[in-house]
């Protein structure tokens, strides 16, 4: 007599899963975290340990798990807690220095405090240039997602669009800003 429960249905191992279920759970993490290791390793720069971000991802999802609705689909809902986290990373290191190293790397090199705060304001006056060749609608959403901190759907609202398209502008704005940052880390390299 077989005891176990059956997990072949996700809707059956979401409906676990929100009951507390840990071996659920597992079996939604063994199933899912390729994909999602996947999308963290596309997404953050290479430094940022994807195992770690995965983990974090699930363990939102284990906390937060009387919220989940077992009828609709994981994916979208796990894809969508990833893209939080990775914003949130995002946003972390962007700030207003857009992935400046620890001040520890300067004090390596023998950068004094004067010489740090002096490339840290050539580093903000070069984002906020990098920032205003953008077009006006991307740079806006942009900035009220990032400076401002609205929400997606409050953007959305805000400017009649729709919050794929604020999602898509703020990923298309952060692409930009990686490879901007990309080419002047390699032109400073020279």
């Not at 990373?89 to 740090?116: M, P, W």
Request: cysteine-free; proline content about 4%.
């Amino acid at each position: 007599m077989n005891i176990r429960p059956k997990y072949s249905d996700e809707q059956e191992l979401l409906r676990r899963l929100v009951q507390g279920d840990e071996v659920a759970f597992e079996l939604l993490f063994y199933r899912y975290r390729g994909k999602v290791g996947h999308f963290i390793k596309r997404s953050l720069p290479p430094h940022i340990d994807p195992e770690e971000t995965v983990h974090e991802i699930f363990f939102r999802v284990w906390t937060h798990r009387d919220k989940l609705d077992a009828e609709r689909p994981f994916a979208p809902y796990l894809f969508r807690i990833a893209r939080n986290i990775v914003i949130d990373l995002l946003r972390r290191k962007i700030g207003h220095t857009l992935y400046i190293q620890d001040a520890s790397v300067f004090t390596d090199l023998g950068v004094n405090d004067v010489e740090l705060k002096l490339e840290e304001e050539e580093l903000q006056s070069w984002f906020h240039s990098t920032l205003n060749k953008l077009p006006e609608q991307r740079k806006g959403i942009f900035m009220m997602s990032r400076f401002e901190g609205l929400t997606y759907p409050e953007i959305a609202k805000k400017l009649g669009i729709s919050e794929n398209t604020v999602d898509t502008q703020v990923r298309r704005t952060l692409q930009y800003l990686r490879e901007a940052f990309r080419k002047m880390k390699i032109i400073l390299t020279f």
